[in-house]
């Protein structure tokens, strides 16, 4: 069984603080994914990963930055909180091309 | 215009029912085409892949228009536990492979 983790299930912040959100998965995937999940708007990807030290954009990276540095490690990165990324974030990995096995999600709520 | 669009619903209805979801996509170049399932305050999870020949897995048929840009999702003889969100996603080639989300169909099936 492909199994992604994530460090927190819920996770309280204040705004202004430095804030890390980590991802394992243990099927050996070449792709990682970090997505934010807000009601009526869907999953947004925020960074992607295919490969070790590679990153890219998605769709909404402002705020945001990733570390990918082992293979089955990615890591979100707030660098300074803000109330507008209360947000369930979710990690996700994947084979290229191939299905996504997403994380359990984490939900952030910040103050 | 978003690049995955569905029908965010509600769509309820009866047990028994056939119920049919479309997502269109706008990236023409797009390579790979999935069906998640999503249910309350968890994580998505594959629920089919979808092929240009169209797919079945028991009360599921996807299917996939290249020249229209839309797959489909049908159930049939609706179960009460196949209410969730169903959400579509498209992967295409961006050096990395890139996935992107639709918002989700909210589908209740009720007695």
Known sequence: ?????????YLVKRTGEKVFLECVQDMDHENMFWYRQDPGLGLRLIYFSYDVKMKEKGDIPEGYSVSREKKERFSLILESASTNQTSMYLCASSRTGETQYFGPGTRLLVL | RKEVE??????????????????????????SFFWYRQDCRKEPKLL????????????FTAQLNR???????LIRDSKLSDSATY?????????????????????????
């Open chain 2, 87 to 111: 959400l579509c996603a498209v992967t295409f080639n961006t050096g990395g492979f890139k996935t992107i989300f639709g918002a989700g169909t909210r589908l209740f099936v009720k007695a």
């Open chain 1, 1 to 9: 069984d492909v199994k992604v983790t994530q460090s927190s299930r």
């Open chain 2, 6 to 31: 569905q029908d965010p619903g509600p769509f309820n209805v009866p047990e028994g029912a056939t119920v049919a979801f479309n997502c269109t996509y706008s990236n023409s170049a797009s390579q």
């Open chain 2, 48 to 59: 089919m892949s979808v092929y240009s020949s169209g797919n079945e897995d028991g009360r």
């Open chain 2, 67 to 73: 020249a229209s840009q839309y797959i489909s999702l």
